[in-house]
């Protein structure tokens, strides 16, 4: 499996954007860069996912390098409640089966 | 609407006992996944199933490990002869089963084996 490569953790101030940074220098070009995270206590959440071109949903937006080998998900007004472990992901897309393969990710801390 | 459930939350054995945790996915989700996660670690993939198939078990730690979805709907993931290196966070996920499908977790059940 292709692999990525993230801070171990980031600080940030409440209400204040969040970039979060993934590095997948080895990613193919079927691959899908997923983000999910984890709040204390609970289980993985799914956040947002791409493939080439920038994604933005409710919760965060995807940007993803034209060379695709890194990718950073924005948090645009960090709140408490986004304090949580950061993970991004390739998938192989295609097939259901596929498993995310969890790395370490970013533990974000969101400061009042 | 209802998300995973995973029972029981917590779970105490004594080393050498058998254990059964239990997942109900969400309704009409094909795809069933299970993982283990240590204190301070990402998830770990364990299984997944397909409806009742268990298409991929390569994460199983060791035959003590067993998972079953007969009908598939709820799944039990068995472990037997329980060691404290089994203590862990036992995530169970659903999906769709169409490609692309994110995962949805249960928040685990936490076993701790003494």
């Known amino acids: 499996d292709a692999k990525t490569t993230q801070p171990n953790s980031m600080e940030s101030n409440e209400e204040e954007p969040v970039h979060l940074p993934c590095n997948h220098s080895t990613i193919s070009g079927t691959d899908y860069i997923h983000w999910y995270r984890q709040l204390p206590s609970q289980g993985p959440e799914y956040v947002i996912h791409g493939l080439t071109s920038n994604v933005n949903n409710r919760m965060a937006s995807l940007a993803i390098a034209e060379d695709r080998k890194s990718s950073t998900l924005i948090l645009h007004r960090a709140t408490l409640r986004d304090a949580a472990v950061y993970y991004c992901i390739l998938r192989l897309d295609q097939a259901a089966g596929n498993k995310l393969t969890f790395g370490g990710g970013t533990r974000v801390l969101v400061k009042p | 609407g209802a998300g995973v459930s995973q029972s029981p939350r917590y779970k105490v054995a004594k080393r050498g006992q058998d254990v059964a945790l239990r997942c109900d996915p969400i309704s009409g989700h094909v795809s069933l996944f299970w993982y283990q996660q240590a204190l301070g670690q990402g998830p770990e993939f364990l299984t997944y199933f397909q409806n009742e198939a268990q298409l991929d078990k390569s994460g199983l730690p060791s035959d003590r490990f067993f998972a079953e979805r007969p009908e598939g709907s709820v799944s039990t993931l068995k472990i037997q002869r329980t060691q404290q290196e089994d203590s862990a966070v036992y995530l169970c996920?659903?999906?769709?089963?169409?490609?692309?499908?994110?995962?949805?977790f249960g928040n685990g059940t936490r076993l701790t084996v003494t």
């Open positions: 996920a659903s999906s769709l089963g169409t490609g692309g499908s994110p995962l949805h």
